[in-house]
């Protein structure tokens, strides 16, 4: 049984920074496609960003471009989501998500529970 838990979410102030992580367990994800997508209330879940297996791609949605920035370090089975210059529109629940394709957006095969990130004004 694969388990994704996210941690780093919180409250900062527009502007701010928070590093979101997501660890998988279970199974070694290292040939995995990881991401994240978000959902803010009242809204359906958005895709945010993907990284591929080894780390050499990535994509981005264009609310995001310049500010996030994915990483992964597989020997922790871990990845990453720097969050910088946040909005108050960041505010959301945010999940990971594993794929074993590429982008992997239409394909996850596991969840984390999420985590909520909280951006005021």
């Known amino acids: 049984q694969v388990q994704l838990v996210e941690s780093g979410g919180g409250l900062v102030q527009a502007g701010g920074s928070l590093r979101l992580s997501c660890a998988a367990s279970?199974?070694?994800?290292?040939?995995?496609?990881m991401g994240w997508f978000r959902q803010a209330p009242g809204k359906e879940r958005e895709f945010v960003t993907t990284?591929?297996?080894?780390?050499?791609?990535?994509n981005y949605a264009d609310s995001v471009k310049g500010r996030f920035t994915i990483s992964r370090d597989n020997a922790k089975n871990t990845v990453y989501l720097q969050m910088n210059s946040l909005k108050p529109e960041d505010t959301a629940v945010y999940y990971c998500?594993?794929?074993?394709?590429?982008?992997?957006?239409?394909?996850?095969?596991?969840w984390g529970q999420g985590t909520q990130v909280t951006v005021s004004s």
């Open positions: 279970g199974r070694t994800l290292s040939r995995y496609t």
């Open positions: 990284i591929s297996w080894n780390g050499y791609s990535t």
């Open positions: 998500f594993s794929s074993r394709s590429w982008p992997g957006t239409n394909a996850v095969n596991y």
